[in-house]
């Protein structure tokens, strides 16, 4: 079965940086079909998708809010999917989920919350002013 933990949220002033890593298993990683990514929900907030990578490292999306700013990445013999994110800012504070999208074929609208099957429990980053 498929199953996605994430780790690495904290609390951390604006400006600083940290790194949220999400430990996969249950399918093939390492596979241009297969995709992971990272989505954010604030309180109040619709969760919004944050970046994603399909797992063989064929091709790799940015929300424009956090372009140049966060870098997902893979260790495939760790079968883990990372964001670095610096330079954060107050209204990056959310809950981020870890989530795998499965046997993509075709077109890929990584967008489309609907399309990611697979859901880890969340890590909360709190960024203060």
């Known amino acids: 079965q498929v199953q996605l933990v994430e780790s690495g949220g904290g609390s951390v002033q604006a400006g600083g940086s940290l790194r949220l890593s999400c430990a996969a298993s249950?399918?093939?990683?390492?596979?241009?079909?297969?995709?992971l990514g990272w989505f954010r929900q604030a309180p109040g907030k619709e969760r919004e998708g944050v970046a994603a990578t399909s797992t063989g490292g064929r091709s790799t999306f940015y929300a424009d809010s956090v372009k140049g700013r966060f870098t997902i990445s893979r260790d495939n013999a760790k079968n883990t999917v990372y964001l670095q994110m610096n330079s954060l800012k107050p209204e990056d504070t959310a809950m981020y989920y870890c989530?795998?999208?499965?046997?993509?074929?075709?077109?890929?609208?990584?967008?489309?919350?609907?399309?990611?099957?697979?859901w880890g429990q969340g890590t909360q980053v709190t960024v203060s002013s």
């Open positions: 989530a795998a999208a499965l046997s993509v074929y075709g077109l890929f609208r990584w967008s489309d919350q609907g399309r990611w099957n697979y």
């Open positions: 249950g399918f093939t990683f390492s596979s241009n079909y297969n995709w």
